[in-house]
């Protein structure tokens, strides 16, 4: 009896309301309405699904502290000049200067503002006989790099992890080794393709890459000052990887014979700060279900005030006569 009695105080704290089974009717246009709400629904959820499963990238700035010595430096460049013209040299901070001409590959090509090879030349088997001995290193006939008129500089570096210059210049220009160029080749016009440090990431962007500068005289100057921050990059499965980012400002400077070294320089320097960049969700699973449950149970309970409202409007506010037929009925048959 006492459980009956509590039981019964318990009904009376029921705070959600129960439709009476002589107010339940089915209609074609609540089977209508039923349909498109439940594709409404179906597209929310499905929309929140999908922001539940992306990833942000996330920023911290902190202190470097690494104690690398080495550097990647990553390069793909065309210069209007011909491969047995060019000399390519590193200088640190230290004063250590580095000849790197044979550390990168440096192929015959013809300059185009668009891609480093067009379909003149290169389509003579014996300038692409000489172009394929030049990508694999070995020795090629320099008569036919002169012919194209270009040359394609590409490859990755180790260097020392300090302020350092990049020199790309010509013999007897800057640094020499017996030979002159004649000032009629030179002509730095230059395309960048690739300019990185490090390896690279997913949305990685490197100010220089497909970027070019046109020479208008044989003297020029094209100097490139760069901040190089280091970066840590740690993906969605917890994968880390070290490398950098920089910004970049150019110069560029037209001098008389003598008065400079015509060329094109690439001036860095390390930052003290890294960049940590981590991917994470843009919510937790809780946070997906609470507002999914919140958007589902929100747009059910609008879609009935909704038809509530539309059906009382077309009513006039008078009560449907079709609503009980199923009690009048029962009555007649009593």
Do not use: W
Request: net charge neutral; with cysteine.
């Amino acid at each position: 009896m006492s459980l009956r009695k509590l039981a019964d105080k318990a009904r009376a704290f029921d705070a959600f309301p129960k439709v009476e089974d002589d107010n339940q009717q089915r209609s074609e246009k609540g089977g209508f309405l039923t349909i498109i709400v439940a594709l409404c629904l179906f597209m929310l959820t499905m929309s929140e699904f999908t922001d539940y499963r992306k990833f942000h990238a996330d920023y911290k700035f902190l202190v470097d502290h690494t104690i690398d010595t080495k550097m990647q430096i990553n390069i793909d460049t065309t210069i209007a000049m011909p491969c047995p013209s060019l000399m390519i040299h590193v200088v640190d901070a230290t004063g250590q200067r580095t000849q790197l001409t044979g550390s990168l590959k440096l192929i015959p090509a013809e300059f185009s503002a668009g891609t480093a090879t067009k379909y003149k030349q290169t389509d003579d088997p014996k300038y692409i006989h000489e172009i394929i001995r030049a990508a694999s290193g070995k020795s090629y006939d320099h008569s036919i790099a002169r012919d194209m008129g270009a040359c394609r500089v590409f490859g990755s570096l180790q260097v020392n992890k300090v302020a350092s210059n990049l020199h790309i210049t010509s013999d007897g220009h800057g640094y020499s080794k017996g030979v002159h160029t004649s000032h009629d080749l030179l002509n730095f016009t230059h395309r960048i393709d690739e300019f990185s440090f490090g390896r690279l990431y997913p949305d990685l962007v490197n100010p220089l890459d497909n970027s070019i500068e046109l020479s208008e005289t044989n003297f020029e100057i094209f100097q490139y000052t760069i901040s190089v921050v280091p970066t840590s990059y740690i993906d969605r499965k917890g994968n880390y990887l070290e490398t950098n980012q920089y910004a970049v400002t150019d110069m560029h400077k037209t001098f008389r014979e003598g008065q400079a070294v015509p060329g094109i320089f690439f001036r860095y320097d390390m930052e003290p700060i890294t960049v940590q960049i981590k991917e994470v969700r843009t919510q937790s699973f809780l946070q997906f279900l609470v507002r999914l449950c919140g958007i589902l149970g929100g747009s059910v309970v609008t879609a009935g005030a909704l038809y509530r409202l539309i059906n009382f409007v077309m009513t006039g506010g008078r009560e449907d006569p079709k609503l009980y037929t199923p009690v009048h009925n029962m009555m007649k048959g009593v």
